[in-house]
């Protein structure tokens, strides 16, 4: 389980013609975001780009610390004890890293190398994630040349080698096409359910349709900040909408349109 409670996070302002230096005010990824995402569960982080989804989710990971906020992860404190909590993580973010030289099974069981696992477990993990992820033909491929959705597959298999309880997706449907972006949902699917293990599974996204069908609870950010959070009926009930859009728009752009939720 994944607890995250008034995240804040703030940058220096980069150098440019536009901007006085020192002088140059901040800018503000993210103001206050907070959710909870529960075991079995896939729990989307909705919102237009630049809401400061993939700044929470790195955040999440332990690769930005915040400037105030907690993040808890199966009750281990992330901004404590960062490595023992990514333990407890498999994270795939926006940039997929694959080394081209090397095939889909040699990629894999590096990383499992790197969590500390032995030749022979990694070589296990490796087969198993492939009939779950259905990518056995890819195994002894080089990753050079694949395709977006392959190099998902590995990246994510990847992510998962160490069998961690929770997984954190950032954007993992761009440019995948819809055959892909199916497999990608029934995968994660058989992850958060029992024969997958009921794993917490928290992905960030701008695509209202994908977070409509994929995500047990959606949570919604804008500005920086969580403004509403439950399942899309839930949601669609608190606006008054029967639309799934409708209802997101009112939410995310309540400031822009003077709509009263």
């Keep these: 389980m994944i607890r995250v409670e008034s995240l804040q996070k703030r940058f220096a302002a980069p150098p440019g013609r536009w901007f006085s230096g020192a002088g140059a005010a901040p800018v503000v990824a993210v103001e206050q975001v907070g959710f909870a995402a529960a075991n079995g569960r896939i729990?989307?982080?909705?919102?237009?780009?630049?809401?400061?989804?993939?700044?929470?989710?790195?955040?999440?990971?332990?690769?930005?610390?915040?400037?105030?906020?907690?993040?808890?992860?199966?009750?281990?404190?992330?901004?404590?004890?960062?490595?023992?909590?990514?333990?407890?993580?498999?994270?795939?973010?926006?940039?997929?890293?694959l080394y081209p030289r090397l095939t889909a099974r040699e990629n894999i069981v590096y990383y499992a190398a790197l969590h500390g696992l032995?030749?022979?477990?990694?070589?296990?993990?490796?087969?198993?994630?492939?009939?779950t992820l259905d990518m056995a033909p890819l195994l002894d491929r080089r990753t050079e040349g694949f395709s977006q959705g392959?190099?998902?597959?590995?990246?994510?298999?990847?992510?998962?080698?160490?069998?961690?309880?929770?997984i954190i997706l950032d954007e993992p449907t761009n440019g995948l096409d819809v055959l892909a972006t199916r497999a990608l949902r029934e995968a994660l699917?058989?992850?958060?359910?029992?024969?997958?293990?009921?794993?917490?599974?928290?992905?960030?996204?701008?695509?209202?349709?994908?977070?409509?069908?994929?995500?047990?609870?959606?949570?919604?950010?804008?500005?920086?900040?969580?403004?509403?959070?439950?399942?899309?009926?839930?949601?669609?009930?608190?606006?008054?909408?029967r639309d799934f859009e409708?209802?997101?728009?009112?939410?995310?752009?309540?400031?822009?349109h003077g709509v009263r939720a």
């Design 189 to 241: 699917k058989h992850l958060c359910g029992a024969a997958g293990g009921g794993k917490c599974i928290v992905l960030s996204s701008h695509i209202m349709q994908e977070v409509e069908r994929l995500c047990d609870e959606v949570v919604i950010v804008a500005h920086g900040c969580t403004v509403a959070a439950g399942t899309v009926a839930q949601l669609c009930e608190q606006t008054g909408e």
């Design 246 to 256: 409708e209802a997101f728009v009112k939410l995310a752009f309540a400031q822009e």
């Design 43 to 97: 729990t989307g982080l909705l919102g237009p780009n630049g809401a400061g989804k993939t700044t929470t989710l790195r955040m999440v990971a332990g690769l930005i610390a915040p400037d105030a906020g907690t993040i808890d992860v199966d009750g281990i404190d992330v901004l404590r004890e960062p490595r023992r909590a990514l333990r407890r993580m498999g994270v795939l973010s926006d940039a997929r890293g």
């Design 150 to 166: 392959e190099r998902m597959k590995t990246a994510l298999a990847r992510a998962l080698v160490h069998d961690p309880a929770n």
């Design 118 to 131: 032995g030749r022979d477990a990694a070589q296990a993990r490796a087969e198993a994630l492939a009939e």
